[in-house]
Every structure is written in C-alpha cells, then in structure tokens.
C-alpha cells in the first residue's frame, strides 16, 4: 500500500481490496473524488460501505489490503456514536489534540455555530443524543479538514433531530468546502446533501449517480422522486409511489 | 427538541388532569422483576436486630458475660479505655502499620500496573509474578517473611503492602486493558500523540477500575493487621484483642470488634467520598 501526493483530486482509489481473514470486503474499488464534493456511499449492510471509510481514515490496519489510495493529510472521521470522552468537558472534547494557537477561541466559535454555545463546560453524560452528536461534529469541524469522512453521523438520531443535523451539516460544510463521503442507509439523506451517491454491492461500486439537483432540495421535487425509486430499488426495496 | 415535545406533553397531561381528576386509571399491579430501592438507612435494619437481640439475651442471663459481653457492656469499656488513654496507642499503632502498608501497595501496585498495561515488556515481566503472587495467600509468607525481616514491624508492613498490592494492580491493570476500543480509534484519527493519550485518554479511563481496588484494599489491609498483630508485639488492636483472650476480657475483644468495623466502614466511606468528587462527571448518569 502506498501513499501518493493528492494531485488534482482529493481522494483517489486505485484497485482498493481489502479483506478480513480471507474474506474479501472490499473488492478492487477504483474512484476518484474532485476537492470539495459531497459523495455519498449507499449500500446494504455488509457491502463494504464502512470499511471503505474505515479504510480511508486509516483504521483496521490488521485488514489485509492491496491497491493504493491517497487521501490529503488533514481528515477528520465523524462516527456514528460521538465518542465523546466522558471525562472530559464538551470544550475539552472538541479540541483534544488541536494544535493551534487560537483552539479555545476557535472553539467556542465552532460551538456558537452548531448550537452548543452554553455547554461549553458541560459533561458529555448530560447532553442529549442530538447534542452529542453536534459536539462531535463541531470537534471534526474545528480541524478545518479536507476531507471529512462520516459513517452514519446520523442514523441515531431521531428523525426530527437528522432533518436539523442536515441542514446544519450542509450549512457548515458550504462554509469550509471540505470534500465529504458520508456513509449512510438512508437514501432521502444522500438525495438531501450529495453530489454523487455512489451504490455499493458485494464490496464493489455498482452504481454511480450525479446528482445535479440545486438546493435546497425537497422531497416533492419530480426528479428527487425519480432517483429515490432507482435508488432503493438498486437496495433491494421494491417500491412503487413511495 | 425532544424537551421541549416531552415538556409539552406533560403540560397537556396535566391539564387534562385539572379537568378530569380521575381520567388516570389506576395502576394495575404490574409484577416487578427487580426489588424496589430501598430507603437510605434501612439498610441498617439488620445489624440493629442482632445487636438487639444480642443485648436481650444478655440481659436476661441467656448470653454469660465470660463467652459472650453483652454490646452496652463493650461500649462502656471501649469509652473507658479511651477516656484514661489506654486505647489511643494501640489504635495508633494499628492505623500506622494499616496505613503504611496501604500507601506502599497502592503506589508499588499502581506503578506496576501501569508499567504493565501500556507496555508489552512490561506485561511480559510484571503480569505472571503478580497472578502467580494472587495464587498464594498473603498468610502462607508469614514464615519466610520473619526470616527475611525478622518479627518487627517491616515484617508486618511489608506483609500488609504485598496483601494490597494484588488488588491494586489486579484492577488497574485490568481497566487500563480494558479501555473502549472506540477511544482508541478516535485518539487515532486526532492524531493524538502516546504520551497524549495515556494522560487523556487511557488514565482516565482507568479511573473507575483503580476506585474498585482501593475500596478492597482499604478493606484488606486492616485484615490483614489482625492475624499480623497476634505476632510478637506490645501495641495495635489485635495485640489488645488477643491479650483479653488470655485473661477471659470479652468486652475488650467487643471492643477490638468494633474498632475494626467501623474503620472498615469509615475508610470505604472516605474513599467513595473522594471517588464521587473525582467521578463527578459520572453523576449525571443517574448513578
């Protein structure tokens, strides 16, 4: 495995495979993804979708792995439960280990901007579900990266607090521009906030969407409706006006 | 959000409870799997009854005063003895050998633990001595221990320390071992460095688990000073309790009881004060 200098893309896979004890998860995945685009990775449990990401943010480095990708240096992993340390107050959680001058500045700044203002010093056991969740993204926000990776931020939730946290990760992600691959289950989420889904299957990419709709976007839309019918149905789910 | 949802919920229910006072139906007797809480004190039930019926059955002649001192009898004795200065030394000595032993255990099985859980070298070294140590009973050292360090006090402080010692080590090596994966893994994509993330990651994560071993070892260090104390000495409650055996005092055994009760209880009590200041952050879990 080898690293090379991110040229003009940001994420570049070439032949990726990568197994867990001879079972292979990941299956030769070419790709490539320009600076500063929302893709999205779909696909059923088990096709790959997360240990791609995993891949990518340098995790499970027990895998057995082949083929090459090179990412930019700064990445931050948004995970689907906060991680938040316990010990540690939301302030403290979100700048662990940022090395920079103005870290607490930038810090409350970042809260202000997720809605977390007034926790600063709060424990992480006394915020909700949804809170936590903003916290986590505000600690990935903060480092200012060129690509976040994000696997299923979201899927804890309930459906009222994800509509919020999309809309406040697509206003925050418009701010910075980082290149984002957001893993997900949820089919009107990809539609909501990417410019590329990408349909994983049997750890390859079957399918490869553009998605030029203009924000923001609704539900309602024809075209919207269009894709979310070819999407589940390349999921499994037969649907007919859903 | 979800406040607010709940917030105005309840705010429909009890305004629909102004209306309709009997609108709830009464609850139907749902079969409880757990026991309900008990109220703060009445944990203390128990031990009353006996010592109340161990006060009877004195009274009443049931219980001779040379098998058995009736409790009223012992705390008389027990506030004489304190009162013209006979118990103080003892108790000092006591508390000196308990305490010394306890110190040098928790910071010799802290360092150990340490050294073992966050380096492979360590364990190698550290980890079979100790579970081989935990094999023996601290009581089985005795006679090598007198031959090495004679029948003074070192004997009995370093029989004291090696008793906390397994303890100690036996759980902070294991909450060090033990820490979230996921933790791991976040330290890693922020890019935290070792030393980093020993102090905020790994050491606090441990915390917990070293709070454990103290609560057992403030406990066993004092259990260990009773068998210690019948062993060439003048001074220290076991050396006091064993005395009255010889002259048939059972109100000083009560004593001697007693004392050791309650420092068993005031010193798991002082160290769940302190692990509660420490743990605060763990308050709002609802524990």
């Known amino acids: ?242 | 959000m979800t406040d607010i949802l709940s917030a105005r919920y309840i705010h429909a229910a009890a305004q629909a409870e102004r209306r309709e006072p009997f609108v709830v139906p009464a609850p139907t007797r749902a079969t409880r799997l757990t026991p309900a809480r008990l109220p703060a004190g009445l944990r203390l039930l128990g031990p009353i009854v006996v010592i109340a019926i161990w006060e009877a059955a004195s009274r009443l002649g049931l219980i001779s005063p040379s098998t058995l001192t009736a409790p009223s009898t012992a705390l008389v004795t027990g506030y004489q003895m304190l009162a013209d200065g006979s118990l103080l030394p003892h108790l000092l000595a006591s508390a000196f050998r308990a305490y010394t032993g306890l110190f040098l255990g928790v910071v010799v099985g802290v360092a150990l633990a340490l050294a073992s859980g966050l380096t492979r070298s360590g364990e190698a070294l550290i980890d079979g001595l100790i579970q081989i140590k935990r094999a023996i009973p601290t009581l089985a050292l005795i006679p090598l221990v007198i031959i090495w360090l004679g029948i003074g006090e070192a004997m009995k402080i370093f029989l004291i320390f090696t008793a906390v010692l397994v303890p100690v080590y036996i759980n902070t090596h294991a909450a060090l071992r033990g820490i979230d994966i996921g933790h791991i893994e976040l330290a890693r994509t922020l890019g935290l460095t070792r030393s980093e993330f020993i102090r905020k990651v790994a050491l606090p994560g441990a915390l917990p688990g070293f709070f454990v071993s103290l609560r057992l070892a403030v406990a066993l260090c004092w259990t260990a000073l009773v068998v210690l104390e019948l062993i060439n000495t003048q001074t220290g409650i076991g050396y006091l309790m064993n005395r009255a055996r010889d002259w048939g005092q059972t109100d000083i055994i009560v004593v001697g009881i007693l004392i050791y009760a309650a420092l068993g209880l005031v010193s798991d009590a002082v160290v769940r004060l302190i692990e509660a200041r420490v743990l605060s952050y763990r308050r709002s879990l609802g524990s």
């Open chain 1, 1 to 242: 495995m080898t690293f090379h200098r991110p040229l003009p893309s940001s994420v570049v896979l070439r032949d990726l495979s990568r197994g867990f004890k001879g079972k292979t998860v990941l299956d030769r995945i070419s790709l490539e993804i320009p600076h500063g685009r929302f893709v999205a990775l779909l696909g059923e449990s088990g096709s790959g979708k997360t240990t791609l990401l995993r891949a990518l943010a340098g995790l499970d480095e027990d895998a057995e792995t082949h083929g090459h990708f090179s990412v930019p240096d700064n990445v931050s992993v948004l995970f689907q439960d906060s991680r938040l340390l316990p010990w540690m107050s939301v302030i403290d959680n979100i700048t662990l280990g940022l090395r920079r001058p103005d870290a607490q500045a930038a810090a409350l700044d970042m809260l202000a901007a997720v809605g977390l203002a007034d926790k600063a010093e709060a424990w992480p056991a006394t915020l909700s579900g949804g809170q936590k969740q903003r916290a986590s993204l505000a600690r990935s926000l903060l480092r200012e990266p060129a690509l976040l990776l994000a696997d299923e931020p979201f899927g804890a939730l309930d459906a009222l607090t994800r509509m919020r946290m999309h809309a406040l990760l697509f206003q925050l992600v418009e701010r910075q521009k980082p290149t984002v691959i957001l893993v997900t289950h949820d089919v009107d989420e990809a539609l909501l906030l990417s410019d590329r889904i990408l349909v994983l299957k049997d750890g390859r990419i079957a399918e490869d969407h553009a998605i030029g709709l203009p924000h923001p976007r609704r539900a309602h839309q024809p075209e919207f409706a269009t894709l979310r019918q070819t999407l589940l149905r390349s999921l499994g789910v037969e649907v007919d006006n859903v």
